[in-house]
């Protein structure tokens, strides 16, 4: 095996393209460092409620549904032990800071929304902040399925007001608690579409069916056209024919 002295002890020694690959990463991490040291966020970079608005844009961003619930008196074991529930459906329990989050979702729409904002830049009519009112956590979802969301309000149903769903952001939509009920009853993306191809085929093979007979039609019109012309002809010169001939 090709030995080179010139490289680190850090360097992975199984070849050359082990060295361009650690290179590589260590390139994209200096790219993203100095990303984030050229923010410029309201409090300190390094400090924990950066840290929590980071997160909150994170979770929002990359889930598809977040339901917001109430989180009441959860002993330490309850907590456990729905986590893990919820956790058995798909979804991720997480506490949140309401002062936080509403910090995020004033600027949500903002480049950077730990940055500085002037208040007419805010959005303080967002429609998820009347949900933030007393202690709240968020349950997420990365995808968009209906029976998911079944199942967790079938699971927090056991925990009665402990964990009280109050609404959802589902996609780009807010659903209050009714409208959340209706949506856990709708079929998935997958058997969406699935019933989507079959609507498309019927309809394509009925626009088949009915070009063939618009074609055959036209067809048939014009043969009888045809005919039709070809008739008046025919009869002339039949009686042209039975004339009798004049004699000379």
Not at 43 to 63: A, G, N, Q, V
Not at 143 to 150: F, H, K, L, S, Y
Not at 192 to 198: A, R, Y
């Amino acid at each position: 095996m090709l030995r080179l002295g010139f490289m680190p002890r850090w360097v992975p020694r199984s070849g050359l393209f082990a060295l361009s690959d650690t290179i590589g990463a260590h390139k994209r991490f200096y790219a993203l460092a100095s990303e984030q040291l050229s923010r410029k966020t309201v409090k300190p970079l390094e400090s924990r409620k950066t840290f929590l608005i980071d997160t909150y844009k994170y979770l929002m961003e990359k889930s598809s549904v977040v339901l917001f619930v109430h989180y009441n008196n959860l002993s330490k074991t309850e907590d456990h032990h729905f986590r893990f529930r919820i956790k058995q459906t798909g979804g991720k329990l997480t506490k949140v800071r309401n002062n936080l989050f509403e910090v995020y979702l004033r600027n949500s729409h903002l480049p950077d929304p730990c940055g500085p904002a002037k208040r007419k830049e805010q959005n303080r009519k967002h429609p998820l902040l009347p949900l933030l009112k007393g202690p709240t956590a968020t349950i997420t979802f990365e995808d968009t399925n209906p029976q998911q969301v079944a199942k967790l309000l079938k699971l927090l149903q056991s925990a009665q007001d402990k964990l009280l769903v109050i609404g959802a952001k589902v996609e780009n939509q807010v659903l209050d608690v009714e409208k959340l009920n209706d949506f856990k009853t709708l079929p998935t993306k997958t058997e969406l579409q699935s019933q989507m191809v079959g609507v498309l085929q019927m309809l394509s093979g009925l626009g088949l069916v009915r070009t063939l007979e618009s074609g055959s039609n036209a067809l048939y019109l014009t043969l009888q056209s045809h005919h039709d012309n070809q008739k008046p002809k025919e009869d002339a010169d039949s009686s042209a024919d039975s004339k009798p001939e004049e004699p000379k």
